[in-house]
Nanobody, 126 residues
Framework: QVQLVESGGGLVQAGGSLRLSCAVS????????MGWFRQAPGKEREFVAA????????RYADAVKGRFTISRDNSKNTVYLQMNSLKPEDTAVYYC???????????????????WGQGTQVTVSS
């Protein structure tokens, strides 16, 4: 059974930084592309960033380009999201997601991901 567990969320002032982690168990982590999504209160879940199985290809939402960096450590079965220059509009629950092992390319659509974590809250105060 695949499990994804996010950590690293919290409360931070605008302009600050946080690093989210997502530990994956129960599958061959290095075979799967991974992604981060977020959902703010009253809004749809949206794409944030994604990374290929080998870590050599990444994609970002326009709203976070230049501020967020996705990375992975296949030896630790963990994917990260480094968030810098945080803004109040970044406040949301952040979810980690994994694609099926057949798909190694980063993807932006929610429907392209098969496994999800429980989410971690990020709150940015102004």
């Amino acid at each position: 059974q695949v499990q994804l567990v996010e950590s690293g969320g919290g409360l931070v002032q605008a302009g600050g930084s946080l690093r989210l982690s997502c530990a994956v168990s129960g599958r061959t982590f290095s075979s799967s592309a991974m992604g981060w999504f977020r959902q703010a209160p009253g809004k749809e879940r949206e794409f944030v960033a994604a990374i290929s199985r080998g870590g050599d290809s990444t994609r970002y939402a326009d709203a976070v380009k230049g501020r967020f960096t996705i990375s992975r450590d296949n030896s630790k079965n963990t994917v990260y999201l480094q968030m810098n220059s945080l803004k109040p509009e970044d406040t949301a629950v952040y979810y980690c997601a994994a694609r099926n092992w057949l798909h190694g390319a980063p993807a932006v659509l929610i429907t392209e991901y098969n496994y999800w974590g429980q989410g971690t809250q990020v709150t940015v105060s102004s």
